[in-house]
Structure formats: structure tokens, C-alpha cells
């Protein structure tokens, strides 16, 4: 691990000179030049990558304040023109073709060179096969259930989701006596040290490298706890622990030992929410340890009517579906969920000249603005680059299903008080990484399908065998390649949420397809090593999915005030100004899939209903 990496060692997140995994010469470059143009199969940095977001700087410093394009430029007219090409972007595109019939002109744009926004597919050749994974939303679960809208959508699609067993590879751990481990580092811990099996058992914690008065209460923290709010009534608890973070309640409630608390630091509930900024009610309710001596009841999570599904390429597959429902001649064929996930899309016919619905990549919006008078516009002007050159169409609707922040930037004739409400939210960082290895054996030897990290860059690690859908077949031995997968939701401990967030931001914007490449090495050097893994022989693709303005931000009773529905920040932030709707899961404040399709839909009926029809 301490051999410098060199710019050969990797090629656009490809190693170079692996025997047998690479071609030479003439069919090497003709291998990259065709990655280059599919998006799935290109590595390095991907996600929100540097090319896609250059322009909101410049939207932010006021590049844009005027119209970058004249009248005269305004070439192309539609009758909705949908910013975002993300599931809620596609929906909204879906739902007004489904109201109004296929006559209707529509025009998506986006500005990364794929659709699906988070719903990102990774795609790996190596060895004469095809690896798939998930660069973004895993799956269609929420712990609620969903509207008929989303339920109507997903059945619309063919997506049968009772069907999830059926697709499922986790088998494997029963095959091969695989379980759950934890990586304890040297950084925070009195060395690097894989302890194998379930983290709230003694016997794991007598195994771990911990001070004997941390494990000493992480032993009891996770056992049968004693009532520590005694004297308190039901509802005085829930309060108290709504306004105390989970770290101050194991501190201070739980009096533990302050050593404890790194174990509790890859902890985190969703949204990058962890154990110093997660509301302690939020911890219990999701059944952290250190409360199950309070007498407190609480509803299940998962509610029926809630799904729980998961494509090889989690759903990207959900992205495509629609796409192929918006321009079928994409895809050979008709697509179905037995289908999709091996089906190779045509990129060039997205964007066919003449076509009634077309989908524009690599094209970043920099500007919308209502034209007519200010009560009563006649239609919406929408400016893009292309090239490096403003482009400008003209639509007589448009929605923006994108980041909500930007829109202020975006569109910045909205009210002052509209601007403030958009601007609340902080998009919460991400980054999903998925590296294609020879083999796992390290991780059978070990033990181990999935490690978590509290310490380490990437808190949570986990094999990625891929389920087997239609044409597409997971991993079954060991002695095949797999997709490793690993997840980092940045953040600084210590400040608020959202400055948190912010920080997380700034993280990844500062670091190179570089820096992450020498943190993804050397992780799973120290973690797998006893194995036998070698990331210089053993690593052979990576693909960094940064997402620096990831998961929408959702409210909490540490970080939030407490207001009535209607008046919250999204609520205010979505409405309808002249022409333009807002979508997306921002405008929901809820990152869930179901989320955005629900947005997308309100968002068109606002606009079907401002032009009398419905």
C-alpha cells in the first residue's frame, strides 16, 4: 500500500496491465472510445461529476442575471419543457403525455451525459461478462406507503415488487457461512482489528480492541437497558428525547463512557443524520440500542403498503422503464422488468430532430423566466448550454423537477419569500462507490458479506453479488469478480446539520477521482489484507459516484422548528410562479422515490389546471 500510484495504475477508474482484463493497442483505445459512448461503463468519477455541475457556480455568482440567449435564438418550441431528467423530471414528462396524448411536444434536459439523476447505473466488462450495480437510489422502499399515483406508476412500468424474493442473491451468505463484521481502526480504536458477528452481543464486544470501560458499557447498552428517564411520564420521555441528540443521550441519559462513542460514529440514520445530529426520539424509533428499558411503544417503520425492490442497478432500472414508455424506439424491443436490466439503450435516439418527445443530455439549464405579463405569461423561455454555447427554447409550461436551492438562481423573478423557502433545505452529500475485484476470497476467508467501519472513510462495506433478472445472472463463487460496494454520506461532526451538510458538500467538490482512488485502496487493504486481498492485483475498475448535492433534506425536531405543515419551507418553496412548476423530492422534503413521483405529479396538475384542463 505504499507504492505511490502512479497515473498507470488506473485509467479512467480502469486498471491498466491486469492480465487478462484489458486489451492492448488499437482494440484498447476502440474498448475506451466505445465507454465513452455508454454512459453505464464509464468509470472514475461519475455521479454529480465535474463536468455536470461546472455551471452552478457561475449560476450562483450571477453569470446569468440577463438571458444568455436572444429572441432570435429561440429555435425550438414545445408544450412542456421538463428541467431535470431525474424520476421526477421523467415522470412529469410521463404524466402529461398520459393526460394530454403523445401529440404533446415535450423536451427533457439535464445536465449529466445520462438520465435518472440519482438513480445512476454502473456498468463493468471484465472477463467476457457484464457487472451491474447501483450508483444511487438502491430500491423503491419507503416506510410508508406509497400514493396510488406512485403505486399506479411503478405497476404501469411492469415493476411486480412482490417479485423482490425471487430476484434476490443472499443465498450466498447461507452457502458460505458469511455474516456481518466490524472493522475497528487504529485511529480510533487501540488498533486495526475485524471482529466478526452480531454488534450487540458480548461475546463480539469481548472480541473488540476497546478500553475495558467501553466495552464495558457497550456490553450494557446493548442488553436489557433499565428505565434512565425513570420518574418521567410517556410523553415528558418523547419530548426530552426529540430536543437531545443520541450522542448526548448515551452521554448524559445512559451515562456511557465517552470511549464508546466512536463506535457509534458510521451510525447514522438517513438523510446523514448521525449519532451527534440525529434526534434521540428518531434513534429509538428506529430501535437503537439504550431504549428498551424506557416503555416506550412505537409503530413499525415499514407500514403495509410500503415496497421493497431492488434492481441489480437499483432504479436506474425505474429511469429506464419510463424512458422506454416516452421514446420505445430507445430500447430494442419493448422493455419489462425481465428485460430492462440487460437491455442496451440507444443514447442517439433520445434526442431525435422532429420527434414529439425528446430527452437532451450534457445540456445544463442556466436560466428560466416567465414571458407576458407578470399575472397571466403566455409562456416560458428556458436557456441552456450546449458546447460551451447558450442555447434557448420556448415552452408553453415548464417544470423544474432539480436541486431546489438553485432555483432561486434559476428563476430569480420569484418572490423574495419563495426564494428563502427554496433556499432552506440543504441537498445532503453522498458518494456510493462501486470497485470490481478478481475475486472475493478474502471475504469468504474472513467470514464476512458486508463490514462496517465507524471510523474509516467509507463507514459501510458490502459485497454486491447482483440479482439475477431475466438475461442477467449474479455472482455465485467466490472465485468470480464482484462489485464491492461502499457508501460515505461526508460530514463534520461537531456542527449542525445543515453546516454539516455543507461541509460534506465541499468535500466532495475538492477531491480527485485521485484522493478517493488512495482512501478506497488503502481501506480495503487494512480491512481485507488477513484475507489475502491485494488492491494492486485484486482491484481492477472503480467507479466513484459523487453526489455533493445528493438526498433531499428532511426535517428533524433538533435541527428544524416546529411549525404547522403549510407552513413549512418546502411547502411554501413549491408553488406554482406563472408557468413554471416545481417537482422533484426536494419539493416533498423526503428522499424516497415515491417522493419525486408524487411531486412530478402534483406539479403537472398544477399546470393542467392553470390552462383549464382538468
Given amino acids: 500500500m505504499d507504492r505511490p500510484i502512479a497515473r498507470r495504475d488506473f485509467l479512467n477508474g480502469v486498471a491498466v496491465g491486469l492480465s487478462g482484463a484489458l486489451l492492448t493497442g488499437t482494440r484498447q483505445a476502440r474498448a475506451q472510445a466505445n465507454n465513452e459512448d455508454y454512459p453505464p461503463l464509464r468509470t472514475g468519477l461519475r455521479g454529480q461529476y465535474p463536468a455536470a455541475v461546472a455551471e452552478f457556480e457561475r449560476i450562483r455568482a450571477g453569470a446569468y442575471e440577463r438571458f444568455p440567449a436572444p429572441q432570435s435564438e429561440v429555435r425550438e418550441e414545445y408544450d412542456l419543457v421538463v428541467v431535470g431528467g431525474g424520476i421526477s ?353 478474502a471475504f469468504q476467508k474472513l467470514g464476512v458479506s458486508r463490514i462496517s467501519a465507524p471510523g474509516m472513510y467509507h463507514p459501510a462495506c458490502s459485497l454486491d453479488p447482483g440479482s439475477t433478472v431475466g438475461g442477467y445472472r449474479g455472482v455465485t463463487s467466490p472465485e468470480e469478480p464482484i462489485l464491492v460496494h461502499l457508501v460515505r454520506n461526508p460530514n463534520k461532526p461537531g456542527l449542525p446539520r445543515k453546516e454539516q451538510n455543507q461541509a460534506g458538500q465541499q468535500e466532495l467538490l475538492s477531491m480527485s477521482f485521485a484522493d478517493f482512488e488512495r482512501k478506497i485502496r488503502e481501506q480495503l487493504a487494512r480491512m481485507l489484507a488477513p484475507g489475502g486481498f491485494d488492491p494492486v492485483q485484486d482491484i481492477v475498475a472503480i467507479t466513484v459516484n459523487r453526489w455533493p448535492y445528493g438526498y433531499a433534506y428532511t426535517y428533524d425536531s433538533l435541527a428544524d422548528p416546529d411549525v404547522p405543515p403549510e407552513q413549512r419551507p418546502h411547502i411554501l418553496g413549491r408553488q406554482r410562479f406563472g408557468r413554471v412548476a416545481i417537482a422533484n423530492a426536494d419539493a416533498g422534503a423526503a428522499a424516497f422515490t415515491n417522493q419525486a413521483i408524487d411531486e412530478a405529479h402534483r406539479a403537472v396538475q398544477e399546470l393542467l389546471v392553470l390552462n383549464g384542463l382538468t
Avoid at 438502491?138 to 416506510?143: E, K, L, N, R
Avoid at 441528540?245 to 446523514?272: P, T
Avoid at 420527434?355 to 416567465?370: D, Y
Avoid at 438562481?409 to 475485484?437: C, D, F, G, R
Wanted: proline share 5%; hydrophobic share 40%; net charge positive.
Fill in 89 to 441: 423530471g421523467l415522470s412529469a414528462a410521463y404524466f402529461w403525455r398520459m393526460a394530454l396524448g403523445e401529440d404533446q411536444r415535450i423536451l427533457v434536459l439535464d445536465n449529466h451525459d445520462d438520465m435518472g439523476g440519482h438513480a445512476k447505473r454502473n456498468e463493468f466488462h471484465f472477463q467476457g461478462k457484464t457487472f451491474i450495480g447501483y450508483g444511487g437510489t438502491m430500491g423503491i422502499a419507503t416506510p410508508y406507503p406509497y400514493s396510488f399515483t406512485a403505486k399506479q406508476l411503478v405497476k404501469d412500468l411492469g415493476v411486480e415488487v412482490e417479485r423482490n424474493s425471487d430476484f434476490s442473491n443472499r443465498d450466498l451468505e447461507a452457502k458460505y457461512g458469511l455474516a456481518a463484521g466490524t472493522f475497528f481502526d487504529k485511529e480510533y480504536f487501540a488498533e486495526d482489528r475485524l471482529v466478526v458477528g452480531n454488534p450487540r452481543q458480548p461475546s463480539f464486544f469481548e472480541k473488540a480492541p476497546l478500553s475495558d470501560a467501553a466495552r464495558k458499557d457497550l456490553i450494557r447498552i446493548h442488553g436489557k437497558n433499565p428505565d434512565y428517564m425513570a420518574g418521567m411520564s410517556p410523553e415528558h420521555k418523547r419530548s426530552a428525547l426529540a430536543k437531545m441528540s443520541y450522542q448526548d443521550y448515551l452521554l448524559n441519559v445512559a451515562k456511557i463512557d465517552s470511549g464508546a462513542i466512536a463506535f457509534f460514529l458510521g451510525n447514522g440514520g438517513r438523510n446523514n443524520k448521525r449519532v451527534d445530529t440525529t434526534p434521540a426520539l428518531e434513534a429509538a424509533e428506529r430501535g437503537a440500542a439504550g431504549f428498551n428499558g424506557l416503555g416506550l411503544k412505537f409503530e413499525e417503520r415499514f407500514n403495509e403498503g410500503s415496497y421493497l425492490f431492488h434492481f441489480p442497478d437499483g432504479n436506474a432500472s425505474i429511469a429506464r422503464l419510463l424512458v422506454g414508455k416516452l421514446i420505445p424506439g430507445a430500447f430494442p424491443g419493448k422493455q419489462s422488468m425481465n428485460t430492462v436490466v440487460g437491455a442496451k439503450l440507444t443514447y442517439e435516439k433520445l434526442d431525435q430532430a422532429n420527434a414529439n418527445m425528446r430527452i437532451r443530455l450534457n445540456s445544463p439549464v442556466v436560466r428560466v423566466e416567465n414571458e407576458g405579463p407578470g399575472a397571466a405569461p403566455r409562456s416560458v423561455r428556458i436557456a441552456y448550454m450546449r458546447g460551451g454555447k447558450a442555447e434557448a427554447v420556448r415552452a408553453r409550461n415548464c417544470v423544474l423537477a432539480c436541486y431546489n436551492a438553485l432555483i432561486p438562481w434559476l428563476l430569480p423573478e420569484i418572490p423574495e419569500s419563495q426564494k428563502h423557502a427554496l433556499a432552506y433545505s440543504v441537498k445532503v452529500p453522498m458518494m456510493y462507490t462501486n470497485v470490481l475485484i478478481r475475486n472475493w476470497t
